[in-house]
């Protein structure tokens, strides 16, 4: 933690900077195994095991749900909006941007730019590729994101987007991995199609098995897409994805096993990449229903468990703890500078006579669906809250149906984030009231004022003290437990070369592995 | 030979009024799942909103036994339909998969079969001997382990050091041979798996023969051993290696998942486990159908077999 809190300094001066100190920072890494940088060499086939897939797998980008589906997005389109390493924005499709109100926003579209059929992109395609999102009939996961868009068209070379509320990060919305820029034709794209504008493209896909792809010869990025061909393997599980991996079949696998880790280093085949970004382990509590509608009740809780411990035994040590903050080390204005919650069974005890208990008793319901070890978690947490009084019941429930069952519907459960770039998106999300996965039905007039507020505040030193104040309450007033920040754990065969920094909002270099890595 | 064509006809009717039955239960199974085919596409995105317009595109809005009766006509006229989820025709999905499964399941049955029979032929032939012993005792802690167990310690001894891929990618350039290749792992698994059943039941089929009169009497004609059992026995026991043949084959076809999971075998029992985890009822139900017909149709076949070399079955009073 002193490591973000002297960098966190730094990120007060300069964003930029400091995202950059940020991001290096959470490359964890054993001296001597980062290879430096050299130039990136054109070429090779780079196989890539994948923990997710399913046979459902497809192309319409309102549905994609994991890891699987967004690589292969990354992999064969483009976005408005690139997420840079380093996490500030770098222009893809939309070669500038800029709202003079931050209401009414201006993309200047790319020009010169195919697609694979060959079919040049107009500013048409990207309306119709932001209007898949909107209206009564989308399916798609971000519907909520364009509720405050009351119109997009095109201008020209521009497509203007108009919002009814201010909205300073709104070209940030624009880089989500549910909005590519895909081909249209009268005004609808073809949710069926492959086609994209990306520096690969498809061969050939069998949904939840593999999927095939070649370099697109007419890429417009120069300095992208090294690879001659990339292949996308599903291996659902973790022990033959580590085979797969030890016996050379793929180059790259995502979620290592903490279990492994150390298994892998000593074979010498592979190096880890241990990446810190904005992912979290959460438990939320309903906080309309009894006991946990009582904040002294929460906080008491909040106390009762050791969170590095959870992260040593948990995480095997790749992850740090959080401070029951959903904002991470890897967003722009994350609050280092917040007292920590240490395991402190008397404070506990003390809350819990604040609300008027000499003991509590809860049931917390766990399953591994919500996120690897979630069960075991959940028992180190019953264990140590003991001490504190408290009972913890860790109902342990199927996997299957989880997100149907018990997530939103047991009044203390376990979830998981992957973490958002945008402090608004995290928090309009997952804990406005009112908010469609509000998953702790938590209701804090403060924090939602401010919401509002922040995201229409231009001056960047105003907001970042708005959003450490919801920081603030969200930590001490909310009602969701947020132990700990999983760091990504991959793992990369010898052969292949990174960039000296990996992207930490998402996985995988925020999926952009097949465009941004090669062979050394 | 008419008594048997009879036979077959009426095992396949039955059979046929099995796999309606297997469906009618199928279908109420799925029915039973908690959660729906939009729920689990939208997975944890789902908003109520989002939900209800899903719902509305796939049909989901219509009775059940309604949703039946479409799928059961289709599938009579051998259309499976279209896989709610991917939109793509079932038999596109399931084709593949299936002649994967297929391609498995007949590997390790051409590793597994010869290989029980002529050790239970033997285990027999020197019954008690240090022989017997051993491959009995081989045998029954292979079929003991897990599956999986098993399947790791092979990829331990076989594929680390480089001997066979630890992983199986099937695309339509593979050639026989390297097919051969990459699936003998898992085949090898299944083999070691299924082997003890067949070879123990030959085994005591044949020692079981041994103690009749006849086979006495061959004996004491002065005829090696060896040709007692292959010439005098053997034709006799076939009925009951047939039938566990039979149906160790039947599991080679639909229980294999735990092999195919470990070894990316791309087969049919991971396309249903997939698609009970997605609520893809219409596939669940054509794979079930799958894997039931092929229950059905072994059975009728080990069935036909065993009466072909045994005519007593034919009269039985």
Known sequence: ?520 | MRDIWGMIGRRLLLGLLTLFVISVVIFGATELLPGDLARELLGQSATEETLAALRDQLGLNDPAPLRYWHWLTGAIQGDFGVSMATKKPIADLVGARLGNTLFLALYAAALSVPLSLALGVMAALWRNSVFDRASNALALTSISFPEFFVAYILVLWLAQSGLFPSMVRITPATTFGDRLYMAFLPALTLTLVVTAHMMRMTRAAIINLLASPYIEMARLKGMSPLRVVLRHAVPNALAPIINVVALNLAYLITGVVVVEVVFVYPGLGQLMVDAVTNRDIAVVQAIALIFAAAYVLLNLIADVLSTVTNPRLMHRR
């Open chain 1, 1 to 520: 933690m002193s490591d973000y809190l002297t960098r966190g300094g730094l990120s007060r001066r300069s964003l930029i900077k400091g995202a950059t100190a940020l991001g290096a920072a959470g490359l964890i890494l054993p001296a001597g195994v980062r290879r430096a940088s050299a130039e990136p060499k054109k070429g090779g086939v780079f196989r890539v095991g994948i923990g997710h897939g399913s046979s459902t797998d497809g192309y319409d980008p309102g549905l994609w749900d994991q890891l699987y589906v967004q690589t292969f997005a990354a992999a064969r389109h483009n976005y408005l909006i690139e997420i840079g390493a380093d996490g500030n924005l770098v222009p893809e499709i939309a070669e500038s941007w800029d709202s003079s109100d931050g209401m009414t926003w201006v993309f200047k579209i790319r020009e010169g730019v195919a697609f694979h059929s060959g079919k040049g992109l107009t500013p048409d395609d990207v309306v119709a590729s932001l209007n898949h999102h909107r209206g009564e009939a989308s399916t798609s996961a971000v519907k909520p994101y364009f509720d405050a868009v009351t119109d997009i068209k095109a201008d020209g070379q521009n497509v203007v987007v108009t919002l009814n509320a201010p909205n300073a990060d709104f070209p940030y919305l624009m880089s989500d991995y549910h909005l590519p820029v895909m081909a249209s034709a009268d005004g609808k794209i073809d949710v069926t199609s492959s086609d994209g504008l990306g520096g690969y493209i498809v061969e050939s896909f069998e949904p939840g098995v593999q999927a095939t792809l070649n370099r697109n010869p007419n890429y417009w990025k120069s300095d992208r897409a090294h690879f001659d061909q990339i292949v996308l393997l599903s291996i659902l599980d973790a022990a033959a994805r580590l085979n797969a991996l030890m016996t050379g079949e793929v180059d790259t696998i995502d979620q290592v096993d903490p279990a492994s880790i150390g298994l892998l280093e000593s074979r010498g085949v592979a190096k880890i990449l241990s990446i810190s970004g904005n992912a979290h382990y959460v438990f939320p509590m309903d906080a309309r229903a009894a006991p946990f509608s009582d904040n002294n009740v929460r906080l008491a809780l909040k106390y009762a468990f050791d969170r590095q411990e959870m992260v040593d035994k948990i995480l095997a040590g790749h992850g740090s703890v959080s401070n029951d903050n959903p904002i991470g080390p890897a967003n722009r204005y994350f609050f280092a500078e917040m007292e920590p919650k240490t395991y402190d069974p008397d404070k506990a005890k003390f809350h819990l006579k604040e609300a008027g208990m000499e003991t509590l008793e809860v049931t917390l319901s766990a399953a591994d669906a919500a996120f690897s070890g979630a069960v075991d978690a959940a028992v180190l947490m019953s264990e140590k809250a003991a001490a504190a009084g408290i009972t913890i019941t860790v109902d342990r429930v199927p996997n299957d149906g989880y997100w149907d069952n018990i997530w939103m519907k047991k009044p203390f459960c376990a979830s998981y984030w992957g973490g958002r770039p945008v402090e608004d998106q995290m928090f309009t999300t997952a804990y406005s009231a009112g908010g469609a996965w509000n998953e702790s039905f938590w209701d804090n007039a403060r924090f939602n004022e401010l919401l509002v507020a922040a995201r229409s505040e231009l001056d960047d030193a105003k907001r970042r003290e708005m959003y450490h104040e919801m920081q603030h309450i969200v930590s001490f007033e909310g009602s969701t437990i947020i132990p700990m920040y999983n760091n990504y754990v991959m793992a990369v065969s010898n052969a292949v070369a990174t960039p000296e920094k990996i992207s930490n909002n998402w996985n995988l270099d925020g999926f952009r592995c097949v465009e941004r890595w090669w062979f050394a």
